[in-house]
Protein backbone atom coordinates (compact mmCIF):
# COMPACT_ATOMS: atom_id res chain seq x y z
CA UNK A 1 0.00 0.00 0.00
CA UNK A 2 1.54 3.24 -0.86
CA UNK A 3 1.54 6.29 1.61
CA UNK A 4 -1.15 8.38 0.08
CA UNK A 5 -3.88 5.55 -0.28
CA UNK A 6 -3.10 4.64 3.06
CA UNK A 7 -3.08 8.44 4.64
CA UNK A 8 -6.63 8.71 2.78
CA UNK A 9 -7.80 5.04 4.47
CA UNK A 10 -6.81 6.09 7.61
CA UNK A 11 -8.54 9.37 7.18
CA UNK A 12 -11.78 8.04 6.68
CA UNK A 13 -11.57 5.50 8.99
CA UNK A 14 -10.59 7.69 11.72
CA UNK A 15 -13.60 9.94 10.75
CA UNK A 16 -15.94 7.34 11.40
CA UNK A 17 -14.11 6.25 14.56
CA UNK A 18 -14.56 10.31 15.83
CA UNK A 19 -18.40 9.73 15.31
CA UNK A 20 -18.84 6.83 16.86
CA UNK A 21 -16.80 8.21 19.16
CA UNK A 22 -18.67 11.55 19.51
CA UNK A 23 -22.22 9.84 19.51
CA UNK A 24 -20.77 7.94 22.65
CA UNK A 25 -19.60 10.76 24.43
CA UNK A 26 -22.52 12.56 24.12
CA UNK A 27 -24.41 9.62 25.54
CA UNK A 28 -22.95 9.48 29.05
CA UNK A 29 -23.56 11.12 31.70
CA UNK A 30 -22.31 14.94 32.60
CA UNK A 31 -18.50 14.89 34.10
CA UNK A 32 -18.49 15.15 37.90
CA UNK A 33 -21.67 13.86 38.90
CA UNK A 34 -21.96 12.40 42.57
CA UNK A 35 -23.95 9.34 40.71
CA UNK A 36 -21.36 6.27 40.88
CA UNK A 37 -22.43 3.33 41.66
CA UNK A 38 -19.43 1.31 41.17
CA UNK A 39 -17.60 3.59 43.65
CA UNK A 40 -19.86 3.01 46.50
CA UNK A 41 -19.73 -0.49 46.38
CA UNK A 42 -16.24 -0.62 46.11
CA UNK A 43 -15.59 1.82 48.91
CA UNK A 44 -17.96 -0.16 51.75
CA UNK A 45 -16.04 -3.39 50.65
CA UNK A 46 -12.54 -2.02 51.20
CA UNK A 47 -14.06 -0.28 54.47
CA UNK A 48 -15.11 -3.59 55.58
CA UNK A 49 -11.96 -5.12 55.18
CA UNK A 50 -9.93 -2.14 56.39
CA UNK A 51 -8.07 -1.20 53.18
CA UNK A 52 -7.13 2.70 53.17
CA UNK A 53 -6.40 2.57 50.57
CA UNK A 54 -9.19 1.73 48.37
CA UNK A 55 -7.95 1.33 44.63
CA UNK A 56 -5.24 -1.37 46.49
CA UNK A 57 -8.61 -3.11 47.86
CA UNK A 58 -9.92 -3.04 44.32
CA UNK A 59 -6.50 -4.22 42.22
CA UNK A 60 -5.60 -6.86 45.08
CA UNK A 61 -8.77 -8.31 46.93
CA UNK A 62 -12.07 -7.57 44.90
CA UNK A 63 -10.59 -7.77 41.11
CA UNK A 64 -7.27 -10.02 42.38
CA UNK A 65 -8.20 -12.49 39.92
CA UNK A 66 -7.92 -9.85 36.91
CA UNK A 67 -4.37 -8.73 38.95
CA UNK A 68 -2.91 -12.22 38.40
CA UNK A 69 -3.95 -12.17 34.36
CA UNK A 70 -2.08 -8.87 34.30
CA UNK A 71 0.55 -10.16 35.94
CA UNK A 72 0.87 -13.06 33.86
CA UNK A 73 1.17 -10.11 31.03
CA UNK A 74 4.01 -8.77 32.60
CA UNK A 75 5.48 -12.47 32.74
CA UNK A 76 5.02 -13.22 29.43
CA UNK A 77 6.17 -9.71 27.85
CA UNK A 78 9.32 -9.39 29.40
CA UNK A 79 9.70 -13.35 28.35
CA UNK A 80 9.34 -12.85 24.87
CA UNK A 81 11.29 -9.32 25.07
CA UNK A 82 14.22 -11.25 26.69
CA UNK A 83 13.58 -13.84 23.85
CA UNK A 84 13.64 -11.64 21.01
CA UNK A 85 16.98 -9.53 22.60
CA UNK A 86 19.37 -13.01 22.36
CA UNK A 87 22.44 -12.60 20.27
CA UNK A 88 21.87 -13.17 16.98
CA UNK A 89 23.99 -15.07 14.33
CA UNK A 90 27.04 -13.88 14.33
CA UNK A 91 26.63 -11.78 17.25
CA UNK A 92 28.61 -12.42 20.53
CA UNK A 93 28.44 -11.02 23.68
CA UNK A 94 31.50 -8.61 24.22
CA UNK A 95 32.72 -8.06 27.84
CA UNK A 96 31.76 -4.61 29.16
CA UNK A 97 33.80 -2.05 30.44
CA UNK A 98 33.42 1.24 31.90
CA UNK A 99 32.48 4.19 30.51
CA UNK A 100 35.22 6.21 29.43
CA UNK A 101 34.39 9.99 31.51
CA UNK A 102 30.83 10.28 32.82
CA UNK A 103 30.34 13.63 34.24
CA UNK A 104 31.22 13.53 38.59
CA UNK A 105 27.63 16.05 39.33
CA UNK A 106 25.94 12.97 37.58
CA UNK A 107 27.63 9.95 38.91
CA UNK A 108 27.87 11.73 42.47
CA UNK A 109 23.78 12.15 41.80
CA UNK A 110 23.62 8.75 40.55
CA UNK A 111 25.36 7.24 43.88
CA UNK A 112 23.27 9.54 46.51
CA UNK A 113 19.96 8.69 44.71
CA UNK A 114 20.35 5.27 44.69
CA UNK A 115 19.73 4.30 48.16
CA UNK A 116 16.78 7.04 48.56
CA UNK A 117 15.31 5.29 45.50
CA UNK A 118 15.20 1.83 47.01
CA UNK A 119 13.77 3.55 50.08
CA UNK A 120 10.75 4.99 48.00
CA UNK A 121 10.23 1.76 46.15
CA UNK A 122 10.30 -0.67 49.28
CA UNK A 123 8.17 1.96 51.09
CA UNK A 124 5.46 2.27 47.68
CA UNK A 125 5.11 -1.47 47.57
CA UNK A 126 5.16 -2.32 51.53
CA UNK A 127 2.52 0.48 52.23
CA UNK A 128 0.17 0.11 48.82
CA UNK A 129 -2.91 -0.62 51.77
CA UNK A 130 -2.28 2.51 53.44
CA UNK A 131 -1.22 5.19 50.98
CA UNK A 132 -1.17 5.89 47.23
CA UNK A 133 1.32 2.98 45.75
CA UNK A 134 1.55 -0.33 45.41
CA UNK A 135 3.21 -3.48 43.82
CA UNK A 136 2.99 -2.16 40.20
CA UNK A 137 4.24 1.27 41.29
CA UNK A 138 7.48 0.32 43.81
CA UNK A 139 8.35 -2.64 41.18
CA UNK A 140 8.85 -0.05 38.46
CA UNK A 141 10.86 2.32 41.34
CA UNK A 142 12.85 -0.31 42.80
CA UNK A 143 13.81 -1.87 39.30
CA UNK A 144 14.86 1.53 38.18
CA UNK A 145 16.71 2.22 41.50
CA UNK A 146 19.15 -0.40 40.59
CA UNK A 147 19.85 1.44 36.81
CA UNK A 148 20.58 4.48 38.96
CA UNK A 149 24.09 2.97 38.83
CA UNK A 150 24.67 3.17 34.79
CA UNK A 151 24.39 6.64 35.00
CA UNK A 152 27.57 6.56 36.97
CA UNK A 153 29.02 4.70 34.56
CA UNK A 154 30.36 2.12 36.51
CA UNK A 155 28.93 -0.55 34.18
CA UNK A 156 30.94 -3.78 35.64
CA UNK A 157 29.79 -2.47 39.30
CA UNK A 158 26.12 -2.46 37.52
CA UNK A 159 26.25 -6.00 36.35
CA UNK A 160 27.69 -7.48 40.34
CA UNK A 161 24.82 -5.73 41.42
CA UNK A 162 22.56 -7.12 39.35
CA UNK A 163 23.11 -10.78 38.84
CA UNK A 164 20.76 -11.75 36.20
CA UNK A 165 20.32 -15.40 37.42
CA UNK A 166 18.35 -13.88 40.48
CA UNK A 167 16.03 -11.30 39.00
CA UNK A 168 14.90 -14.26 36.09
CA UNK A 169 14.02 -15.91 39.35
CA UNK A 170 12.46 -13.39 41.02
CA UNK A 171 10.18 -12.86 38.08
CA UNK A 172 9.22 -16.39 38.52
CA UNK A 173 9.30 -16.15 42.32
CA UNK A 174 6.92 -13.22 42.52
CA UNK A 175 4.03 -14.29 40.17
CA UNK A 176 4.10 -18.09 42.53
CA UNK A 177 4.10 -16.38 45.24
CA UNK A 178 0.99 -14.51 43.85
CA UNK A 179 -0.80 -17.98 42.79
CA UNK A 180 0.10 -19.27 46.64
CA UNK A 181 -1.64 -16.67 48.13
CA UNK A 182 -4.63 -17.26 46.16
CA UNK A 183 -4.09 -20.69 46.93
CA UNK A 184 -4.68 -20.23 51.02
CA UNK A 185 -8.18 -19.45 50.07
CA UNK A 186 -8.60 -22.13 48.56
CA UNK A 187 -7.29 -23.87 51.58
CA UNK A 188 -9.44 -21.57 53.64
CA UNK A 189 -12.55 -23.03 51.40
CA UNK A 190 -13.57 -19.28 50.80
CA UNK A 191 -12.38 -19.61 47.03
CA UNK A 192 -9.32 -18.56 44.58
CA UNK A 193 -7.94 -15.54 45.56
CA UNK A 194 -10.18 -14.85 48.63
CA UNK A 195 -9.42 -12.69 51.15
CA UNK A 196 -9.19 -14.75 54.13
CA UNK A 197 -6.26 -13.55 56.90
CA UNK A 198 -7.31 -11.35 59.05
CA UNK A 199 -7.97 -7.51 57.99
CA UNK A 200 -6.65 -5.85 61.29
CA UNK A 201 -6.43 -2.72 62.93
CA UNK A 202 -7.94 -0.08 60.42
CA UNK A 203 -4.73 2.12 59.23
CA UNK A 204 -2.23 -0.09 60.46
CA UNK A 205 0.77 -1.54 57.94
CA UNK A 206 -0.70 -5.34 59.29
CA UNK A 207 -4.24 -4.79 57.58
CA UNK A 208 -6.64 -5.59 54.87
CA UNK A 209 -6.04 -9.53 55.17
CA UNK A 210 -3.79 -11.04 51.96
CA UNK A 211 -3.79 -7.51 50.21
CA UNK A 212 0.11 -6.38 51.29
CA UNK A 213 1.10 -9.78 50.85
CA UNK A 214 0.01 -9.75 47.51
CA UNK A 215 1.67 -5.82 47.03
CA UNK A 216 4.80 -7.73 47.66
CA UNK A 217 4.33 -10.90 44.99
CA UNK A 218 3.70 -8.03 42.65
CA UNK A 219 6.45 -5.80 43.61
CA UNK A 220 9.36 -8.62 43.81
CA UNK A 221 7.64 -9.55 40.25
CA UNK A 222 7.69 -6.03 38.77
CA UNK A 223 11.04 -5.13 40.28
CA UNK A 224 12.85 -8.19 38.36
CA UNK A 225 11.14 -7.79 35.12
CA UNK A 226 12.18 -4.10 34.83
CA UNK A 227 15.49 -5.24 36.22
CA UNK A 228 15.33 -8.42 33.45
CA UNK A 229 14.09 -5.72 30.67
CA UNK A 230 16.99 -3.02 31.39
CA UNK A 231 19.51 -5.87 31.34
CA UNK A 232 18.94 -6.90 27.93
CA UNK A 233 17.77 -3.80 26.32
CA UNK A 234 21.38 -2.62 27.70
CA UNK A 235 23.55 -5.87 26.73
CA UNK A 236 22.40 -4.49 23.79
CA UNK A 237 23.91 -1.24 23.58
CA UNK A 238 27.01 -1.81 25.62
CA UNK A 239 27.83 -5.45 24.75
CA UNK A 240 26.39 -6.47 21.33
CA UNK A 241 26.76 -3.19 19.29
CA UNK A 242 30.23 -3.24 20.85
CA UNK A 243 31.31 -6.76 19.83
CA UNK A 244 30.70 -6.16 16.45
CA UNK B 1 -16.92 22.52 28.84
CA UNK B 2 -17.79 19.21 30.68
CA UNK B 3 -17.07 17.43 27.46
CA UNK B 4 -13.72 18.56 27.24
CA UNK B 5 -11.91 15.59 28.86
CA UNK B 6 -13.73 13.48 26.51
CA UNK B 7 -12.59 15.24 23.93
CA UNK B 8 -9.36 14.99 24.59
CA UNK B 9 -9.44 11.50 25.04
CA UNK B 10 -11.01 11.08 21.53
CA UNK B 11 -8.22 13.27 20.76
CA UNK B 12 -5.07 11.43 22.14
CA UNK B 13 -6.83 8.02 20.45
CA UNK B 14 -7.34 9.61 17.05
CA UNK B 15 -3.86 11.38 17.09
CA UNK B 16 -1.91 8.24 18.00
CA UNK B 17 -3.41 6.49 15.27
CA UNK B 18 -2.38 9.19 12.78
CA UNK B 19 0.94 8.77 14.02
CA UNK B 20 0.98 5.32 13.66
CA UNK B 21 -0.56 5.46 10.09
CA UNK B 22 1.90 8.17 8.94
CA UNK B 23 5.45 7.65 10.82
CA UNK B 24 8.37 6.55 9.11
CA UNK B 25 10.65 4.97 11.73
CA UNK B 26 8.99 2.00 13.86
CA UNK B 27 10.08 3.64 16.96
CA UNK B 28 8.09 6.26 16.37
CA UNK B 29 4.59 4.31 15.74
CA UNK B 30 5.64 2.44 18.93
CA UNK B 31 5.67 6.08 20.88
CA UNK B 32 2.98 7.17 19.12
CA UNK B 33 0.80 3.84 20.52
CA UNK B 34 1.62 5.04 23.71
CA UNK B 35 -0.06 8.54 22.82
CA UNK B 36 -3.21 6.58 21.84
CA UNK B 37 -2.92 4.40 24.87
CA UNK B 38 -3.16 7.41 26.74
CA UNK B 39 -6.34 8.31 25.24
CA UNK B 40 -7.67 5.63 27.56
CA UNK B 41 -6.79 6.75 30.62
CA UNK B 42 -7.91 10.03 30.24
CA UNK B 43 -11.07 8.70 29.45
CA UNK B 44 -11.21 6.30 32.54
CA UNK B 45 -9.94 8.83 35.18
CA UNK B 46 -12.64 11.06 33.43
CA UNK B 47 -15.60 9.08 33.80
CA UNK B 48 -14.65 8.54 37.79
CA UNK B 49 -14.28 11.77 38.17
CA UNK B 50 -17.19 13.96 40.84
CA UNK B 51 -16.81 17.40 41.50
CA UNK B 52 -14.92 18.58 44.74
CA UNK B 53 -14.50 14.78 45.77
CA UNK B 54 -11.44 13.89 47.20
CA UNK B 55 -8.97 10.81 46.32
CA UNK B 56 -10.16 7.21 46.99
CA UNK B 57 -7.77 6.72 50.07
CA UNK B 58 -8.35 7.47 53.83
CA UNK B 59 -6.20 8.17 56.70
CA UNK B 60 -6.95 9.83 60.06
CA UNK B 61 -7.40 13.59 58.53
CA UNK B 62 -9.68 12.14 56.09
CA UNK B 63 -12.35 9.23 57.04
CA UNK B 64 -14.13 6.97 54.95
CA UNK B 65 -17.06 8.62 52.98
CA UNK B 66 -18.40 8.16 49.49
CA UNK B 67 -17.12 11.95 48.52
CA UNK B 68 -14.55 10.18 46.49
CA UNK B 69 -13.53 9.29 42.79
CA UNK B 70 -14.60 6.45 41.69
CA UNK B 71 -11.31 3.84 42.82
CA UNK B 72 -12.74 0.89 39.66
CA UNK B 73 -11.80 3.37 37.40
CA UNK B 74 -8.24 4.51 38.76
CA UNK B 75 -7.63 0.70 39.35
CA UNK B 76 -8.51 0.06 35.55
CA UNK B 77 -6.25 2.66 34.64
CA UNK B 78 -3.36 1.27 36.80
CA UNK B 79 -3.83 -2.34 34.98
CA UNK B 80 -3.96 -0.35 31.58
CA UNK B 81 -0.28 1.68 32.43
CA UNK B 82 1.29 -1.63 33.35
CA UNK B 83 0.07 -3.30 29.95
CA UNK B 84 1.30 -0.29 28.06
CA UNK B 85 4.38 -0.32 29.20
CA UNK B 86 4.72 -3.91 29.34
CA UNK B 87 3.54 -3.61 25.70
CA UNK B 88 5.87 -0.91 24.35
CA UNK B 89 8.98 -3.18 26.13
CA UNK B 90 7.80 -6.10 23.28
CA UNK B 91 7.70 -3.64 20.50
CA UNK B 92 11.20 -1.98 21.28
CA UNK B 93 12.35 -5.68 21.31
CA UNK B 94 11.09 -6.57 18.16
CA UNK B 95 12.02 -3.17 16.18
CA UNK B 96 15.53 -4.36 18.05
CA UNK B 97 15.38 -7.25 15.89
CA UNK B 98 13.54 -5.23 12.88
CA UNK B 99 16.79 -3.33 12.40
CA UNK B 100 18.77 -6.54 12.85
CA UNK B 101 17.77 -8.40 10.00
CA UNK B 102 16.77 -5.69 7.83
CA UNK B 103 18.51 -2.66 8.54
CA UNK B 104 16.23 -0.58 8.09
CA UNK B 105 13.31 0.81 10.85
CA UNK B 106 11.12 2.23 7.90
CA UNK B 107 7.64 0.29 7.54
CA UNK B 108 7.71 1.53 4.05
CA UNK B 109 10.41 -0.30 3.13
CA UNK B 110 9.96 -3.72 5.41
CA UNK B 111 8.03 -5.41 2.23
CA UNK B 112 9.43 -8.78 2.39
CA UNK B 113 9.50 -11.32 4.82
CA UNK B 114 12.88 -12.24 5.84
CA UNK B 115 14.03 -14.55 8.67
Not at chain 1, 144 to 171: K, S, W
Request: proline share 4%.
Amino acid sequence: MTRPVRIVLFLVAAAGVALCYLGAVFGLPELGTPVHPYRDQAVAAAVARSTANVVSAVNYDQRALDTLGEETIVLGSVIGAAALLRPTGKERKGTVRDADETLPSVALLGYLLLPVTLLVGANLVLHGQLTPGGGFQGGVVLGTAIHLIYLTGRYQALDRVRPLAVFTAGEALGTTLFAAVGLVGVAAGAGFLANVLPTGAWGSLLSAGTVPLLNIAVGVEVASGVVVLLTKFLDQALRIAGAE
Amino acid sequence: MTVFAYGVAGWLLLIGAFGIAVSRDIVRSVVCLSVAQSGTYVLLIAVGYQKRAAAPVFGATNPPSLDVVDPVVQALTLTDVVVSATVTALLLALAIQVAKTHGTTDPDELSALKG
